[in-house]
């Protein structure tokens, strides 16, 4: 567990989560649980989505993936640890209606109805020509849902109004489509086959100034989130 937490990372869904709690007015105090929470629940996924049943990935952060490093049922059982561990941590000590959505909400978002639903989508398209829809769908609910979910749980936990919340968990959708086009870039993978390298990075240039107008409003609450954004969008180039 250890092993894959600690092995770098950017923890971009524990710093977007901590940077909605700010913009709704709370303290980092105020979400920092769930924050690594959060980074406990990515990091169970990658390594079961490394396994040689999913993705079979042999390296990870430059280092042996954990079932390379250690035995494949050791890291389905480290994945599991990391899973169960993170609900552990999101209901300890100050339990309220507000954590009590957030468990709900994040819980969602790793569902059949998220971030597996995803996966099975994915796991089933392998060695198949699909459609943008299709891909839509898979990165939409892999990789965005979580992304979303992290800036919805921040802003629950730092008391946002209800309006607020919804905005922005609809920049988190944005934000989590144009961190999926990206990385495709970066691997010359999904949207870079399906548009090409250029026509993908203007898809996700045209993404990210959607994503800025829905936090139009916000003020200065939203200049981290949308710095955030920025650095999505340009790492690697």
Same mark, same amino acid.
């Given at each position: ?8 990372? /950017? ?7 901590? &940077? &909605? ?5 709370? /303290?980092?105090?105020?979400? !920092? ?20 049943? !999913? ?25 599991? &640890? ?7 941590? $999101? ?31 994915? !796991? ?5 020509? #699909?459609? %943008? ?6 990165? #939409?609910?892999? %990789?965005?849902?979580? #992304?979303?979910?992290? $800036?919805?749980?921040? &802003? ?5 109004? =209800? ?6 968990? /609809?920049?988190? =959708?944005?934000?989590?489509? !144009? ?13 870079? /086959? ?8 203007? =898809? ?5 100034? =959607? ?21 999505? $969008?340009?790492?690697?180039?």
């Amino acid at each position: 567990m250890r092993y894959t937490v600690f092995s770098g990372g /950017k923890r971009i869904r524990p710093i977007l989560c901590l &940077a &909605a709690c700010q913009s709704a007015g709370g /303290k980092d105090s105020d979400a !920092i649980d769930v924050a690594c929470a959060i980074e406990l629940i990515h990091n169970y996924s990658l390594i079961h989505d490394d396994l040689p049943s !999913i993705d079979d990935d042999d390296t990870r952060r430059g280092e042996p993936t954990l079932h390379k490093k250690f035995s494949e049922s050791t890291a389905i059982l480290a994945g599991d &640890a990391l899973l169960t561990l993170s609900f552990g941590i $999101l209901s300890k000590d100050s339990f309220s209606k507000r954590r009590f959505r957030v468990i709900n909400e994040l819980s969602h978002a790793i569902s059949s109805f998220g971030m597996i639903g995803g996966q099975v989508v994915d !796991i089933q398209s392998k060695n198949k020509d #699909i459609d %943008t829809a299709t891909l839509n769908y898979i990165n #939409i609910h892999k %990789t965005g849902m979580l #992304i979303a979910a992290s $800036l919805k749980a921040g &802003a629950i936990s730092g008391g946002a109004k =209800e309006s607020d919340v919804k905005r922005i968990f /609809k920049f988190g =959708e944005y934000a989590g489509l !144009i961190f999926q086009i990206v990385d495709d870039i970066l691997d010359n993978d999904g949207y870079a /086959k399906m548009l090409g390298r250029q026509g993908a990075y203007i =898809e996700a240039q045209r993404l990210t100034q =959607e994503a800025r107008l829905i936090l139009k409003s916000s003020g200065r609450g939203a200049r981290v989130l949308n710095a955030i954004l920025e650095f999505i $969008l340009k790492r690697g180039y």
